[in-house]
């Protein structure tokens, strides 16, 4: 039986699904940091500043809030408030809009969310590009940020914001920075709290079931949070199946290697398949 058949079968007869996406999969959708979409929306910082993709741009030290507002601000707005040029998120939505399934994800661009998935049946670990924090912090708070973000894209000027639009705390006036992991100032507020509750609520209910665990393009920044966990619980349930679709590193260990379906394969296509 061919793979794509074997996956078939599996998420049509599994009792859940724990789909543990990474960023393979928005790649898949087209959200590629390089290239010709990284050229297109950032030439001039390319020409002024020296790098070539949008994930360096990320780490650039900006000399002015001003400037590294109006890189932040493009940056956000193409990779989160524009939808994906391709429908692979849209198409994993199709696949299991009816059965009973739950997303960890370490993406935070929320393609799952603009695909029409349930906000109930999301967990983002890693926080989301659609919201700020205190750089404190002095809260556990995150605050919306669509409307000044498109207010920094509309007004922005020779790659500077107007100063009056540089994000501050409500409580402490210090900068706002974006709510994304990268140190232990990370806010997990109370909607990050809410979702990992209803993820590990979902896990103990299913936990003896005929469950299948989804990987989709998650490499080896941090294994942890998916990868190794869905391998661990894979182990520690006889019932379950490991599923692992990623261009170039479909792997499994070899305790559960016979309970495991690996997809070295665009997302994109196999899903098409999988239709």
């Known amino acids: 039986m061919e793979k794509t058949d074997r996956l078939k079968n599996e ?9 543990g996406a990474g960023a393979g999969l928005s790649n898949s959708a087209g959200f590629i940091y390089t290239g010709e979409r990284f050229s297109s929306h950032f030439a001039d910082f390319e020409q002024k500043y020296g790098f070539h993709d949008m994930y360096t741009g990320g780490f650039y030290p900006f000399k002015t809030l001003e400037e590294h507002w109006a890189y932040w601000s493009r940056y956000i707005y193409y990779n989160r408030y524009v939808d994906p040029p391709k429908p692979t998120y849209s198409a994993l939505l199709r696949l299991v809009r009816d059965l009973d399934y739950f997303v960890i994800t370490t993406n935070v661009d929320h393609c799952f969310q603009k695909a029409g998935f349930d906000k109930k049946r999301l967990f983002y670990t890693q926080g989301d ?13 995150t605050f919306e940020n669509e409307e000044i973000i498109r207010a920094m894209l509309k007004l922005q ?3 500077r914001v107007p100063s009056e639009l540089l994000p501050a705390c409500p409580h402490c006036g210090k900068p706002l920075t974006m709510n ?11 909607g990050w709290y809410k979702a990992a509750g209803r993820f590990e609520d979902f896990l103990r209910r299913h936990q003896r079931g005929k469950i299948l665990y989804l990987e989709l393009g998650v490499g080896y920044n941090t294994p942890g949070i998916v ?3 869905f391998w661990r619980m894979t182990a520690e349930n ?3 199946v490991y599923a692992c679709v990623n261009l170039g590193e479909a792997y499994a260990p070899k305790k559960i290697a016979n309970r495991s379906i690996c997809i070295d394969g665009d997302i994109g296509e196999v899903l098409k398949k999988l239709k």
Do not use: H, T, W
Request: hydrophobic share 35%; with cysteine.
């Open 11 to 19: 998420i049509e007869n599994a009792d859940a699904i724990v789909i």
């Open 129 to 141: 590009y659609g919201l700020f924090q205190c750089s404190e912090p002095c809260c556990q708070e």
């Open 238 to 240: 006889p019932r379950a």
């Open 227 to 229: 990868k190794f966990s």
């Open 157 to 159: 000027k020779d790659m």
């Open 180 to 190: 994304l992991r990268s140190d232990d100032r990370f806010v997990q507020d109370e």
